[in-house]
Nanobody
Framework: QVQLVESGGGLVQAGGSLRLSCAAS????????TGWFRQAPGKEREFVAA????????YYTDSVKGRFTISRDNARNTVYLQMNSLKPEDTAVYYC?????????????????WGQGTQVTVSS
C-alpha cells in the first residue's frame, strides 16, 4: 500500500515561510501527479496546487499564485510546497494526495492516495 507522509507544518508569523514535504513510501506505482489540498475549520477541502510526474504541468489556485511553489524530487519520491508570504487565511490542515491515473487535478476525487495532513497555522 502506498503511504504519503506530510511534514513541515507548524506555526509561523504572517509574512513568514514554510516548506511542506510529502514523501511517498511503500509500493511504487506510476504516479501521474501529486496535489496539495487544505481544509480550514468549518470550510470545505480546497485545492491548492498540483504537479505532474515530470513537472511539466503545474497548477495553483488563484489565492496562492505568486506565493506558493510546488516542486518534486522523483529520486526521493517527494513533493514540496514552498509557502512564502503566508497569511492568516492560509491556516489549515494541508494534505498531499497522489493520483495513479490520468484525469483532472483540481478535485479530491481525482486522487486515490492521501496523507494524514499537517497543520499550518499563520498568526497575525
Amino acid at each position: 500500500q502506498v503511504q504519503l507522509v506530510e511534514s513541515g507544518g507548524g506555526l509561523v508569523q504572517a509574512g513568514g515561510s514554510l516548506r511542506l514535504s510529502c514523501a511517498a513510501s511503500g509500493r511504487t506505482f506510476s504516479s501521474y501527479g501529486t496535489g496539495w489540498f487544505r481544509q480550514a475549520p468549518g470550510k470545505e477541502r480546497e485545492f491548492v496546487a498540483a504537479i505532474s510526474w515530470s513537472g511539466d504541468r503545474i497548477y495553483y489556485t488563484d489565492s496562492v499564485k505568486g506565493r506558493f511553489t510546488i516542486s518534486r524530487d522523483n529520486a526521493r519520491n517527494t513533493v514540496y510546497l514552498q509557502m512564502n508570504s503566508l497569511k492568516p487565511e492560509d491556516t489549515a490542515v494541508y494534505y498531499c494526495a497522489a493520483k495513479s491515473f490520468s484525469g483532472n487535478y483540481y478535485y479530491p476525487t481525482g486522487y486515490n492516495y492521501w496523507g494524514q495532513g499537517t497543520q499550518v497555522t499563520v498568526s497575525s
